[in-house]
Structure formats: C-alpha cells, structure tokens
T-cell receptor, first 115, second 112 residues
C-alpha cells in the first residue's frame, strides 16, 4: 500500500493558463475526493467520485474546473483560465467502499501558485 | 448538519497530556465524531472516530459524554512532533460527501 499520491507537488503558472493535477488513490479504493485548502483554513470539498461516476460537486467548483476519473482509478483535476484566487493547496483523498465517508486517506497535495 | 466549534489554538509542553475539546450542540442521532491531524504541507491524517463513551487507539483517546454535544481528543504525553492542526468533524456514516466540513481546526503548538 503506497498511499495516495499526487502529481505534481508544486505548480507555478501565469494567470490565464490551464493546469492539470493528477491523483492516484490507494488501489481498491472506489471513492475519491478532491478538496481545496487555503492558508489557515481547513480543506473545502470540491467533488466526489464513486468509481468512475462523479456523484457530487461543490458550488465552489466553477465551470473553469473539471474533474475526471476514467476507468475508476486515477483522477485528474483541471483548472482552465487560472486566476490568482485559484492559488491554494489541492488535496485528493480516497476511501474504501466499506468505510465511512468521514474516514479518508489523503495525499500530500498539489500546491498551486497563480502569478 | 452539525456545526462544530473548537479552540483556534492551544499550547503545551513535551510530556504533557493535551485535551482538545470540540462542541457540536446540534449533533444528530446518526452522526459520528471524527478527528484528523494535519502537519504543514501535508494532507490531513485520520486519527480516531467514535460514536459514544470512549474510544482509544495507539495515537489518541476520544471521550464523548452521554449527551454527545461535545467530544474531547486526548493526546497522551505529547512530543514536539505532535505540533499540528487538529480537525473535529461530525457526520453520519454514508452521508453526503459534500457535508463533510473540516472547519479551521485547532492549531496545537508543543514546546520543549
């Protein structure tokens, strides 16, 4: 069990550019979550997948954000036309089908800085 | 959705027992209480979860009174490495993922 991994760990981009982050959950975890975390705050829910189906999306997820989980394994989070307000840590988490929603295993996060 | 309230920050010293209390006055019958720990530049880590009375694992203990309107995370004999942010969450098993709210947490600082 290698844990949840995320790539890249850090990303610096210019305003207006598109960025894509990848998350590899713990194998056999069919639930996958994306969160955003800004300095001094706890993680804020963005979206939730069960297998390949995106079951929930937060209102925080504007139309510039899109997430996919093809084949129910890894997931990608894309931000189009980035804005300075998108600067944050983007966290991915996974959990097994047998567990509770509250018991999640988090990755190290991708820190995004939009200049 | 049960809202939680916890202290913004706490300080303690190595070797002491630290108790962090979380208030959740509107907790529902089906809600569980879950605590996470987060170190700087890392994702949160699940510590402990409970429904009532007391739960203990190798990391911490969780005390929940009979009315369940609060809970206390107890860290025995803390060390410098326990310096982190601790989050209290309340929610029902298999509830909506979007209803999982971390809040701002409690920033625990341990001094030598």
């Amino acid at each position: 069990d290698t844990g949840v991994s995320q790539d890249p760990r850090h990303k610096i981009t210019k305003r207006g550019q598109n960025v894509t982050f990848r998350c590899d959950p713990i194998s056999e975890h069919n639930r996958l979550y994306w969160y955003r975390q800004t300095l001094g705050q706890g993680p804020e829910f963005l979206t939730y997948f069960q297998n390949e189906a995106q079951l929930e999306k937060s209102r925080l997820l504007s139309d510039r954000f899109s997430a996919e989980r093809p084949k129910g394994s890894f997931s990608t989070l894309e931000i189009q036309r980035t804005e300075q307000g998108d600067s944050a840590m983007y966290l991915c988490a996974s959990s097994p089908a047998s567990g509770t929603q509250e018991t999640q295993y988090f990755g190290p996060g991708t820190r995004l800085l939009v200049l | 959705l049960a809202k939680t309230t916890q202290p913004i920050s706490m300080d303690s010293y190595e070797g002491q027992e630290v108790n962090i209390t979380c208030s959740h006055n509107n907790i529902a019958t089906n809600d569980y209480i879950t605590w996470y720990q987060q170190f700087p530049s890392q994702g949160p880590r699940f510590i402990i979860q409970g429904y009532k009375t007391k739960v203990t694992n190798e990391v911490a203990s969780l005390f929940i009174p009979a009315d369940r309107k609060s809970s206390t995370l107890s860290l025995p004999r803390v060390s410098l490495s326990d310096t982190a942010v601790y989050y209290c969450l309340v929610g029902a098993h298999y509830s909506s993922a979007s209803k999982i709210i971390f809040g701002s947490g409690t920033r625990l600082s341990i001094r030598p």
